[in-house]
T-cell receptor, first 112, second 113 residues
Framework: NAGVTQTPKFQVLKTGQSMTLQCAQD?????MYWYRQDPGMGLRLIYY???????DKGEVPNGYNVSRLNKREFSLRLESAAPSQTSVYFC???????????FGQGTRLTVV | GESVGLHLPTLSVQEGDNSIINCAYS??????FIWYKQESGKGPQFIID?????DKRQGQRVTVLLNKTVKHLSLQIAATQPGDSAVYFCAENMSSGTYKYIFGTGTRLKVLA
């Protein structure tokens, strides 16, 4: 049982480049999330998808877009990467609101 | 290498002693709380949760206490082991359509041999 799988694990981008972070879960969860984690800080919510077919902004959505491709997959896109987007990105899923969220292993992104 | 948590508050505990990690949450309307453990280079891992209609919940070697009056949450780890060394986060969720798990900044637990 893989849980939440993120790809890639590491990525280095040049300023202005674009890329998509992939996330898939095999727990048949309804809700999926993208967080970023900066040094010395907790996780901050970028976007979430309460259920298949819906997406909503979180606390720090600027510079990002998301796609809930199907129930399993939720991708995060950086259209024009900036150094301020250097961070560790975590995808998570939960069965429903008010239940524990399960996290992937993270993607360490560096924008130079 | 680990870049998360460079400036986190740190709790150092002797192996075998009990650990208490505290967390102040922000929203009095939050009704669901979770403690996560994060080891170096890994994603947060669920430890225990508690709903606002409870003030205490016990798991295996862990206990979570909730004080809604002062908006305070604590995690107690009994007989702390070297494998407990990690960063611990509390998260709150206002389960009314917000879908936001708001995380605290975390506490680093160091277990001394």
């Amino acid at each position: 049982n893989a849980g939440v799988t993120q790809t890639p694990k590491f990525q280095v981008l040049k300023t202005g480049q674009s890329m998509t972070l992939q996330c898939a879960q095999d727990m048949n969860h309804n809700s999926m999330y993208w967080y970023r984690q900066d040094p010395g800080m907790g996780l901050r919510l970028i976007y979430y998808s309460a259920s298949e077919g819906t997406t909503d902004k979180g606390e720090v959505p600027n510079g990002y877009n998301v796609s809930r491709l199907n129930k399993r997959e939720f991708s995060l896109r950086l259209e024009s990467a900036a150094p301020s987007q250097t961070s560790v990105y975590f995808c998570a899923s939960s069965a429903q609101e008010g239940t524990e969220a399960f996290f992937g292993q993270g993607t360490r992104l560096t924008v130079v | 290498g680990e870049s998360v948590g460079l400036h986190l508050p740190t709790l150092s505990v002797q192996e075998g002693d009990n650990s208490i990690i505290n967390c102040a949450y922000s929203n009095s309307a939050s009704d669901y709380f979770i403690w996560y453990k994060q080891e170096s280079g890994k994603g947060p891992q669920f430890i225990i949760d508690i709903r606002s209609n409870m003030d205490k919940r016990q798991g295996q070697r862990v206990t979570v206490l909730l004080n809604k009056t002062v908006k305070h949450l604590s995690l107690q780890i009994a007989a702390t082991q070297p494998g407990d060394s990690a960063v611990y986060f509390c998260a709150e969720n206002m389960s009314s359509g917000t879908y936001k798990y708001i995380f605290g900044t975390g506490t680093r637990l160091k277990v001394l041999a």
